[in-house]
């Protein structure tokens, strides 16, 4: 059974990648229970965390979207529909992508 994905905040981040500077990537990732390559790639990121202060992850880029305009519409359509206080359902949201 595959161990469940666990989502470290930036201030335990920075906290493994100031013990890995002062010995090793090993040590760290020992002492708490994670991976030695998510030390080494906290430290290759440490510009970036250390530049996101009081925010629990950095920023992604995400996926693009493949029709920009059509998402756009879409979510306009759905913000819409809440406001008057209707269900937006995912049926009715493929219906109008079809249509």
Known sequence: MASKKRNFD???KLNVVEE???T???APAK???IDEASVYYWRKQKDKL???PGKKRLPR???KAKLPNME???A???IELRSKNCRVTRAAIEFTIKN
């Open 10 to 12: 930036v201030a335990f």
């Open 20 to 22: 890995a500077m002062k």
């Open 24 to 26: 090793s990537n090993r």
């Open 31 to 33: 002492k708490f229970s």
């Open 50 to 52: 250390q530049s996101t």
């Open 61 to 63: 880029a995400g996926r």
């Open 72 to 74: 756009e519409q879409l």
């Open 76 to 78: 306009s359509w759905i």
